[in-house]
């Protein structure tokens, strides 16, 4: 399935001649659209990754679905390729589920946080890291998780955050991070991510406008 963002930038197209304050307006709500659905995308990419994890063996499932140069923490940040160099799928896959998604308003960069079991009875958690491709297809960048003592509890349907839009006050752009770094964000800088050690993990960071704000906190999804 391709991205809708092309349609979408026929809708910006056409607000160009109307007045700059509803011009701004419709803009950012054809955005939020845009990222709304993208977070629709995403959450069937995280389903998907789990399906094949389970169909077509763990290892296989992670390489298949990942961007070049993904990163896995074991403990610290070592790229797919290497991480999973010469490694054979286990007999029986973690299986896991979305529970949150969260989005930035370009619909470039989104974070996904729920549960997983492990074939061994045990419970844990993950965080991940997407970013959109050229092509209009997810694939995962980063990707981290622990244990817990017992299930977490599962939402009806995952949650979705979408980051403010950029208005007269904006993020302010960050620096590119150098490949293989454990730290990233959106074009439009309104989604942030870094990895916050081992004792911690992966954390994420919205635009919430006129400021940021945490949205994913190192460690099991909060309530």
């Not at 092309?6 to 419709?26: D, K, M």
């Not at 896991?96 to 989104?110: G, I, K, N």
């Not at 997407?130 to 980063?142: L, M, T």
């Amino acid at each position: 399935m391709k991205s809708g963002l092309p349609f979408a930038a026929l809708l910006l197209a056409a607000c160009a001649h109307a007045a700059p304050e509803e011009s701004a307006r419709v803009t950012n709500v054809v955005r939020q659209e845009v990222a709304d659905e993208e977070a629709r995308r995403v959450i069937a990419a995280e389903r998907g990754f789990a399906a094949l994890a389970q169909s077509a063996g763990q290892w296989t499932a992670f390489r298949a679905t990942a961007a070049p140069g993904a990163l896995l923490f074991w403990p610290d940040p070592v790229p797919v390729e290497r991480a999973l160099a010469g490694l054979a799928d286990p007999p029986r896959s973690v299986n896991w589920q979305p529970h949150r998604v969260v989005v930035s308003c370009d619909a470039t960069l989104a974070a996904t946080t729920g549960a997983a079991q492990w074939p061994d009875g045990r419970h844990g958690w993950f965080t991940t890291i997407w970013e959109r491709q050229a092509d209009g297809d997810w694939k995962w960048i980063a990707d981290h998780g622990g244990f817990v003592p017992a299930a977490l509890p599962a939402p009806a349907t995952p949650a979705v955050e979408i980051a403010e839009c950029p208005g007269a006050i904006g993020p302010d752009r960050q620096p590119s991070a150098a490949q293989g770094e454990a730290r990233g964000g959106s074009a439009d800088a309104t989604l942030l991510w870094d990895w916050a050690g081992e004792a911690g993990g992966l954390r994420v960071t919205i635009w919430i406008g006129p400021r940021y704000a945490p949205t994913i906190l190192p460690g099991p999804p909060q309530p």
